[in-house]
DNA sequence: GCCGTTTTCGGCCCGACTGTTTTCAGTCG
């Protein structure tokens, strides 16, 4: 086939979509188990960190073929998109069912099976067609079979509060209003113990709704507490043992009461992810037991159910962390008794990304250092923004003197208090258009860690933007790669780059990759810690504060470290201050 | 369509809630 590279590649999360979409028109058609095949084929795609193009283009189809959940099929359909945007299957089923299917069924309370009803028999294609029906031509719904008079009502609620519905949010900004929820339901009669679970616990960089675990001996009360909550604006459910409602912020909760006995298997169950549920359950099948949320079973006889590590032991498994059961070999690892050594929280002793009122943030050197002192860190790393980033009041090399000198001081004055603690003297130095900084290299060599940061041309082709990147990357003077994507949760996309060739130019160089943990960024994610940990990179944790409440995000850096499979080892900020400075490229350039 | 857990061919997680189909399908967790 004279096949014309195309020179625009669609990004995993596209092919990921029209996997999903292939997925739910093959539910609609009512083929069985070829929805789940194509269903994990879509999450594996989007847990690469490469592009997937740039797998199948560097290592062929067989490289696509060898990722779990992909096969011989699904990796030729990939092929097809990245070498002609689409494949002839999808394309033969978006001829059956020329639907929005992904918008569609996104709709609460509308699947696949109504769907298809709607668009056979009303032509209903999308969301604005499905308005259309509900508001002037509803009376044609009557009297057709599974089309009573109270579907059609919650089909008209459910699609209001889809669109008006927040979408996925950042963890760390909904934390804090999970917790007051959950504080509440604590004060229940008859609870015992409630717990965040789902993707919370999992530490997803975002979050679809609130999975709350109560164990209680009142379940009705509960639910009758639940739905009378003062957050609470809508009703979804309201059984025995679940209930499910819209909280004033536009997300969804759902609240599961459980026996205390039952603890272990029900917070199993409804940690997640779905994915690890499946594996788990039809493993647990295969040696003959039955695995629920109500426990581990063999024939009626209850094996384990009282805590999680019960259920895993039984099954011959390591304990496998929250972060890690997302289906994506932990399984397979806990079995062979080689899952790693996370990293722990409350590790750090230091912070890598830190603002102070010379740039943007909010509060002088000496009090930002003395809220990391007091939040138990041992050191912070300053970087203040650098002279391009005029916006910010960008330092130049003047200015870094002068501050050198203030950083100082504020060291000093630990030191007289007999505080250990140390503020050290670095910059967030800005990469320009062509891979070169914006401050003389006299200047970088006075610092005593230099990161840097796209702050600028975010949409450069991908050639370019490696270029661009290796340049700064291998400059001996530079220590840390921050926030490598440059995306920001719901506003910007990450910029486009070869990752296999700047994480190799990371390992070979000695050059740190961060993992920024402000909410919205979460830079590096799980996918591309992961990968850089394969290629034998450094990380650092870091907060990029700019107030002091945002030390406390650090916690949320090492859970998406832990997602990514890293250990204490990986994480130079988990060092004390001389070891970690003695670690950084330039020290050990030096050595 | 994928995969090796019993199986390279045969099986694919399991349960809660809703509406209305008197015995279950659809949707969701
Ligand atoms: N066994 C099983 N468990 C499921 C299934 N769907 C969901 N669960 C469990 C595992 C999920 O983590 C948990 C909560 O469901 P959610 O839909 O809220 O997903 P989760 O919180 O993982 O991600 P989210 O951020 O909410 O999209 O319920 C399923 O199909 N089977
Ligand atoms: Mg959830
Ligand atoms: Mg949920
Ligand atoms: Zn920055």
């Not at 994610?525 to 002091?548: E, F, I, M, Y």
Request: charged share 30%; aromatic share 6%.
């Amino acid at each position: 086939m004279a096949h014309h590279e195309r020179s625009f590649l669609p990004d995993n999360e596209s092919i990921a979509r029209m996997l999903e979409e292939t997925s739910l028109c093959y539910e609609m058609a009512g083929v069985a188990f070829k929805p789940r095949a194509y269903e994990r084929a879509a999450a594996a795609v989007r847990a690469l960190a490469e592009d997937v193009c740039a797998v199948y283009r560097k290592h062929g189809r067989e490289a696509l073929d060898a990722l779990p959940g992909i096969g011989p099929s699904i990796a030729q359909h990939i092929a097809d998109i990245c070498d002609h945007g689409s494949f002839a299957e999808y394309e033969e089923l978006k001829r059956r069912f020329p639907v929005a299917v992904r918008e569609l069924t996104a709709i609460e309370g509308l699947g696949p099976k109504r769907l298809r009803t709607l668009y056979e028999m009303f032509g209903v294609r999308t969301i604005d067609d499905l308005k259309t029906l509900l508001e002037k031509k509803s009376h044609k719904l009557a009297g057709i079979p599974g089309w009573g008079e109270k579907t059609v009502a919650r089909l008209r609620e459910g699609l209001a509060l889809t669109q008006k519905a927040q979408g996925r949010q950042p963890l760390g900004f909904i934390l804090p209003l999970a917790e007051r929820v959950a504080a509440r339901l604590r004060e229940v009669p008859g609870v015992r113990e409630v717990q965040i679970v789902g993707s919370f616990r999992r530490k997803k960089e975002t979050v679809g709704d609130i999975d709350i675990l109560v164990a209680t001996s009142r379940p009705q009360l509960l639910a009758r507490e639940v739905v009378s909550l003062p957050e609470v604006t809508y009703v979804h459910q309201q059984g025995p043992s679940r209930t499910s409602v819209r909280l004033t912020f536009g997300m969804d909760m759902d609240v599961r009461a459980i026996e205390p006995e039952r603890w272990g298997a029900a917070l199993l169950y409804f940690t997640g992810s779905r994915a690890h549920n499946i594996h788990l359950r039809t493993y647990a099948e295969s040696l003959g037991y039955k695995l629920n949320e109500y426990g581990l079973f063999q024939g009626k006889r209850c094996v384990a159910v009282r805590t999680e590590e019960e259920v895993y032991e039984a099954l011959g498994m390591q304990y496998i962390p929250p972060e890690l059961r997302e289906d994506q070999g932990e399984i397979e690892a806990a079995l062979a008794h080689k899952l790693p050594d996370l990293v722990p929280y409350g590790s750090l002793q230091g912070d890598c990304q830190v603002h102070s009122n010379w740039t943007d943030g909010t509060l002088s050197i000496e009090a930002m250092a003395r809220a990391a002192y007091e939040s138990g860190l041992s050191y912070i790393v300053l970087t203040d923004h650098t002279k391009a980033l005029a916006m910010t009041g960008g330092l130049d090399e003047a200015a870094l003197a002068r501050q050198r000198r203030e950083v100082e001081k504020v060291n000093r004055a630990f030191r007289r208090e007999g505080r250990e603690f140390r503020v050290v003297h670095g910059a967030e130095v800005n990469i320009l258009k062509d891979g070169t900084l914006d401050v003389s290299d006299k200047a970088l060599a006075r610092l005593e860690c230099v990161g840097v940061g796209v702050h600028s041309y975010f949409t450069l082709s991908p050639k370019e933007q490696t270029r661009r990147l290796l340049r700064a990357i291998e400059h001996p003077l530079v220590d840390i790669f921050f926030h490598p994507t440059a995306r920001i949760i719901g506003k910007r996309e990450p910029i486009a780059f070869d990752v296999e060739t700047v994480l190799e130019a990371c390992a070979r160089t000695g050059t740190a990759l961060d993992i920024d943990s402000y909410p919205d960024r979460i830079d590096a994610n799980d996918a591309l810690v992961r990968r850089a940990l394969q290629k034998g990179v450094r990380l650092v944790v870091s907060t990029d504060s700019h107030a002091p409440q945002h030390l406390s995000y650090r916690e949320l850096g090492l859970g998406q470290a832990r997602r990514g499979w890293a250990g204490a080892k990986d994480i130079l900020n988990t060092q004390p201050v001389d070891r970690f400075l003695a670690s950084l490229k330039r020290s050990r350039a030096l050595s």
